[in-house]
């Protein structure tokens, strides 16, 4: 079945971007020109999504807002002639069919994931994690459906990380099938570096089939006390299989203050019209 729908997680407080994000949503951070969830949004469409589905809570207002229609400034735009930005304007508000659901109660990924049940249905679904911006030539999501469609199972994107970061993600236990493809045999939540079966920790892409719902429904409680995706991941490996894509190109964590500007300063360095006096700039603070 065609992975067609695309979850994408935005219910998290961001506490860490605090004062901001006590009146505004951490995903409407700019990164360069854009919010960090249009890059999530542009990513599921460039990898042939046809619906997403945005997982919200209370205070996230501004992400609908945001692509929805804005008539008063495109009748604006259209008096001052500015057609550019007139095209841009429209673009957002017609970019893909957009679902909202508002999780009540921040109880951990596998929680947020199982509210979208009654919306994704029986088939398999991506799921996004817009901290999580990849840099790369083909949509890391794009690429993670060509592995689901070879396999016809469940994918999870992974990364290495350093000794010191495996208490900071999901762990997989790999059997490599192919260059950049494991089967994983087992996952661990955030354990130690000396537990950890491995240095692939998972990262936010995946995609998940339905049975995954019925799974989260009778995963305990993990670290946290919140309902751990990776958990239920490791529950559903006793009935169906499991596996992970490397990912290529820059992944970029903006889920904090310091990975937020460093991303900007990478992103703006890659742009022709802002790139070279940036640059400039920078080397003459150092």
């Not at 199982?114 to 996004?128: C, K, L, Q, Y």
């Not at 692939?200 to 892409?205: A, Q, T």
Request: glycine share 8%; aromatic share 6%; hydrophobic share 40%.
């Amino acid at each position: 079945m065609k992975v067609r729908k695309a979850v994408i997680i935005a219910a998290g407080r961001g506490t860490r971007f605090l004062p901001f994000t006590r009146s505004q949503p951490k995903e409407m951070l700019p990164l360069v020109d854009k919010p960090l969830i249009q890059y999530s949004v542009e990513e599921a469409i460039n990898s042939s999504i046809e619906q997403v589905i945005m997982v919200t809570a209370r205070g996230k207002q501004a992400l609908e807002d945001y692509f929805d229609c804005s008539f008063e400034l495109e009748h604006f735009l259209e008096q001052k002639g500015d057609s550019e930005h007139l095209r841009q304007m429209q673009e957002l508000s017609n970019m893909v069919d957009i679902g909202y659901i508002r999780q009540k109660e921040q109880l951990g990924l596998g929680h947020a994931i199982r509210m979208t049940e009654n919306i994704v249905g029986g088939e398999p679904f991506a799921v996004i994690l817009p901290d999580d911006i990849v840099d790369s030539d083909v949509p890391s999501l794009k690429r993670m459906i060509e592995v689901y469609d070879k396999y016809g199972a469940g994918v999870v994107a992974v990364e290495r990380v350093r000794d010191e970061d495996t208490n900071k993600y999901g762990i997989i236990e790999p059997k490599q099938v192919s260059e950049g493809v494991y089967q994983v045999l087992s996952l661990v939540e955030k354990p130690e570096p000396e537990k950890a079966p491995s240095r692939l920790g998972i990262v936010g892409r995946y995609i998940l089939t339905p049975e995954i719902f019925e799974t989260l429904a009778v995963t305990p409680p993990g670290k946290g006390q919140e309902i751990q995706l990776t958990d239920a991941l490791q529950l559903l490996l006793k009935q169906q299989k499991l596996y992970a894509y490397e990912l290529e190109g820059v992944r970029y964590d903006t889920g904090t203050p310091l990975g937020w500007l460093g991303a900007n300063v990478a992103m703006a360095l890659k742009r022709d019209d802002i790139g070279p006096e940036l640059r400039e700039y920078l080397r003459k603070l150092l």
